[in-house]
């Protein structure tokens, strides 16, 4: 019985759906966080018949007949839509609005990518997030520094004390690809270059595509929680249709091992 086979393909692909629902509602607080959206295609066709086959010496089938045998998991895509806006008031914090993201870069050199821009300053001045990886280009903030401006352009400017005049100490720059979707996930808010998302391209926030920077604020995770809920009554209204599905050739089956002659 093939529909026992279809119906678990069709359990395991809202297995996967809801798993990443999951992930989704359970960061939803989480400072620029990007959902992810299951994505399905049906799976060949068992075909018993072709459409156009000839019924008579004149006539021809309109339809075929095409069993499918079920559904597959095809992509778990990132959607890189904008979150809202929250304000902190905190000099260090920083949002991007438009495309881009801030570059880091790792203990080891390998260079990461974010939308979360909660920076803080470590025991030298520099500018990192909050697990230490270097923002770059690499901003040092003087000890003296009584107040941090950053310009939506990146431009990072300081007053020290006892002096009257901002000084520049350097230019925050934002990156872009051509396909954000195709960059690999590590976790922590954090993506690595991959041959499918294109190669970097870093350059002033505001100019050839990418986004400003707003100081005081970061980007909230773009889930929402309506959506979200919504479709998991759907994926689990599914996953039980199809349970259903086995139970019924399961009975079938039992049918046909109690027929008697």
Not at 15 to 35: E, R, Y
């Amino acid at each position: 019985m093939q529909s026992l086979y279809t119906a678990s393909t069709g359990m395991l692909g809202m297995q996967t759906q809801v798993d990443t629902i999951a992930n989704n509602i359970a960061n939803v607080n989480t400072i620029g966080f990007k959902k992810s959206r299951a994505e399905f295609a049906d799976l060949m066709y068992n075909v018993m018949e072709y459409a156009g086959t000839s019924t008579s010496s004149t006539t021809q089938s309109p339809v075929g007949m095409e069993v499918g045998l079920g559904v597959r998991p095809t992509a778990v895509n990132k959607i890189f839509s904008e979150g809202s806006l929250k304000q902190t008031n905190n000099q260090l914090d920083l949002a991007i609005t438009g495309q881009g993201f801030f570059e880091m870069q790792l203990p080891d050199g390998t260079p990461v990518y974010s939308r979360n821009g909660a920076f803080k300053i470590d025991n030298t001045g520099t500018v990192v997030n909050s697990d230490g990886y270097t923002l770059i280009p690499q901003i040092v903030i003087p000890p003296n520094a009584t107040n941090i401006s950053i310009g939506s352009d990146g431009i990072v400017t300081v007053i020290q004390a006892g002096q009257a005049l901002a000084t520049q100490i350097g230019q925050i720059n934002t990156t872009n690809f051509i396909n954000p979707a195709g960059l690999h996930a590590l976790g922590n808010n954090l993506y690595t270059e991959t041959g499918s998302s294109g190669q970097p391209v870093s350059g002033t926030p505001g100019l050839n595509g990418l986004g400003t920077l707003r100081q005081g604020f970061v980007e909230l995770s773009n889930v929402q929680l309506v959506v979200e809920l919504t479709d998991l009554i759907t994926g689990q209204r599914a996953y039980d249709s199809n349970s259903k599905i086995i139970t019924a050739s399961d009975q079938m089956l039992q049918t046909t091992n109690n027929l008697k002659r």
